[in-house]
């Protein structure tokens, strides 16, 4: 099944980034037509989104499938997929083995969506595999017509650097689905589901059923799966369906605490494969409880990458002390639908003393405008927002407040904006860049 994102469904805003994030490139390489192996790279994600695997099949197939080399275990869910893979690839390591870790997106680079032994894989190398892939996608291009997509190509660099690292054993997560993700072409020999929620309902379908059987498309014959009970039957039934008995459900301890679920849910999957359990402590950012390190800000903070009803929900609730919040997201088809129960029942508590509305400089997609935002979360409050549009300026308005206010600041929305405020804060106080992004 292919799956392609027409240009009838894009927004005019949409088209009009990507047109103008063209001719800033053009401009920036002087209006030479010309590319580099990084901006041919680069230049793909105008592409657009298009699943389906014959065009990934070839690639791989051109460079001998380097992604047959090793053993995988591939992770796909709505939220939780990217800790899961950090946790597994913790436990992995503690094993003793080599273990590579592929993710998406990145935040600041795009070295970081390969790593091995929790290490951001290195420019020049990655450089070396990028010409490989691109050699072989111009092939692909010829005979099918159109080149790998953008997340096809940093897929295929993962796979060729894992293979000439001579990894033990991939952990590898999935793009948006499951079904037609390039990642299905991985040697599985364990498949994982973490949770089953509303996102990308444009894609995947528009109920969480619909979405558990994209996302359980993932399954292969033979191959167990183990699923995180969604705490839903009519979901895990549909799971089932696709899965059969290669099914195993994780019923989980209901911590009502994602990063210790999934915890817990690694050491689970760890002991299948006789591994140590996973460091608890892990840098994840974005995502875990001890990030980011105090010498990065100027004030007490909590970041997370919560961008969908059920991660935003979970996270806007957990807080129990005053904040200041600071939030930006960028484009989605369903942001108003996505909001609506986070909207009438979180945004209007005390807890949250001032909220920043900010808009993501980077992402597949353009930001979603402070002032549009903002309208949907004041419908509940009676204060007003504060717009700050620079995400960067809009931290700094924060930082200042909560001294003022004597509180912390929780920032949210987007794992874009996440990295808007990481390299930021990295260049403000003159650290490693790599070093804050390591995992483990």
Known sequence: MTLSLRSDTVSPKFKVHITLTRIRALQGRGGCVAMDDREWLMDRRFAGMNLGLQRIELLLQKMDNPQMDFPSIHVAGTNGKGSLCAFLSSAAANSGL???LFTTPHLVVIEERVR????????R????????????????????????TFYECTFAIAMLAFSHAGIDRAIIETGLGGEGDATCLVDADL??????????TEI???????IARAKAGIHREGVPMVVYHPGDESVLETIAEVVGDDLYVHEGLEIDNYWEDWFIFAGYIATIFGWELPSNDINWPGRSPNWPPKELFNSEIRISAAHNA???????????EPTILLIGVTQKANLEEALADVTSEVWHMPTFRHIIVTEPTTGRNPAVDAKELADLIFSNRLDEPIIERNPTKALEIAEI???????SISVMGSVYLVGDLLKFAVERSDGDLWEHLRVH
Not at 116 to 123: A, L, Q
Not at 310 to 320: H, K, N, R, T, Y
């Open 98 to 100: 080599k273990v590579g």
């Open 116 to 123: 091995i032994d929790g290490e951001v894989f290195d420019s």
């Open 125 to 148: 190398t990655f450089d070396e595999h990028l010409s490989a892939v691109r050699a072989a996608a111009v092939e692909v291009g010829k005979e099918l017509g159109e080149e790998p």
């Open 191 to 200: 498949c994982v589901i973490t949770t089953i929620g509303l996102d990308h």
């Open 204 to 210: 995947l379908g528009d109920t969480r059923e619909q």
């Open 310 to 320: 059920d991660g935003l929900q979970a996270e806007l609730m957990s807080i129990q």
């Open 401 to 407: 407040m909560s001294r003022q206010a004597t509180c």
